[in-house]
């Protein structure tokens, strides 16, 4: 099976950046698209961002629109996610995921990396 490893995760003060990675691993998949997720303790899973593997068309949720930068590496299978002036709220665990075929579901998911913003 496609293995998804994010790095990138820490604790940071309100302000300040950080910049997540997420490379596949395992064997060639032919990606389509990626995005990232997170989740705070007791909220559900949500919507950061996406990007697709050919044209780079993103999306971003409203929440860091304006803040955060999702970009791709094609050749490393890597996927990037920058996120500046962070705030509290955005503390949670960010998990990135790889979808093989536009307007289906993911087909696979990373474990997740750990992002805490104090004040």
């Known amino acids: 099976q496609v293995q998804l490893v994010e790095a990138g995760g820490g604790l940071v003060q309100a302000g300040g950046s950080l910049r997540l990675s997420c490379a596949a691993s395992?064997?060639?998949?032919?990606?389509?698209?990626m995005g990232w997720f997170r989740q705070a303790p007791g909220k559900d899973r949500e919507f950061v961002a996406s990007?697709?593997?050919?044209?780079?068309?993103?999306l971003y949720a409203d929440s860091g629109k304006g803040r955060f930068t999702i970009s791709r590496d094609n050749a490393k299978n890597t996927v990037y996610l920058q996120m500046n002036s962070l705030k509290p709220e955005d503390t949670a665990v960010y998990t990135c995921?790889?979808?093989?075929?536009?307007?289906?579901?993911?087909?696979?998911w990373g474990q997740g990396t750990q992002v805490t913003v104090s004040s």
């Open positions: 995921a790889c979808k093989t075929v536009l307007g289906r579901p993911y087909d696979y």
């Open positions: 990007i697709s593997w050919t044209a780079g068309i993103t």
């Open positions: 395992g064997r060639t998949v032919r990606t389509s698209g």
